[in-house]
Nanobody, 125 residues
Framework: QVQLVESGGGLVQAGDSLRLSCAAS????????VGWFRQAPGKEREFVAS????????NYAASVKGRFTISRDNAKNTVYLQMNSLKPEDTAVYYC??????????????????WGQGTQVTVSS
């Protein structure tokens, strides 16, 4: 079992920045790739970014590439999502998830075994 807890969400204006954190506990965190996903009201959950177990590989959705940065600190069992130049369309509940996978970090939600409860990000125009 891996338990995940997201934090750092909030209400910001367009153009602002936020940093989300995903704190993990349980099994060896460094054996898991971690992804960030988001879900806006009335929409399906979508991939945002993911990072490999050791942090050497990252994967981004086209909509956030160049604005968001995913990173991890395995010593602290934490993954971060730095979000810059936020837009109203980034408004959603953001979830982190863990995937027991040592390869290139995946983007399909169904691949992920454990999920956090989510944190709300609201970007006003």
């Amino acid at each position: 079992q891996v338990q995940l807890v997201e934090s750092g969400g909030g209400l910001v204006q367009a153009g602002d920045s936020l940093r989300l954190s995903c704190a993990a506990s349980g099994r060896t965190f460094s054996n898991y790739a971690v992804g960030w996903f988001r879900q806006a009201p009335g929409k399906e959950r979508e991939f945002v970014a993911s990072i490999s177990s050791a942090g050497s590989m990252t994967n981004y959705a086209a909509s956030v590439k160049g604005r968001f940065t995913i990173s991890r600190d395995n010593a602290k069992n934490t993954v971060y999502l730095q979000m810059n130049s936020l837009k109203p369309e980034d408004t959603a509940v953001y979830y982190c998830a863990a995937d027991r996978w040592l390869g290139y970090p995946r983007s399909e939600p169904a691949r992920y075994d454990y999920w956090g409860q989510g944190t709300q990000v609201t970007v006003s125009s």
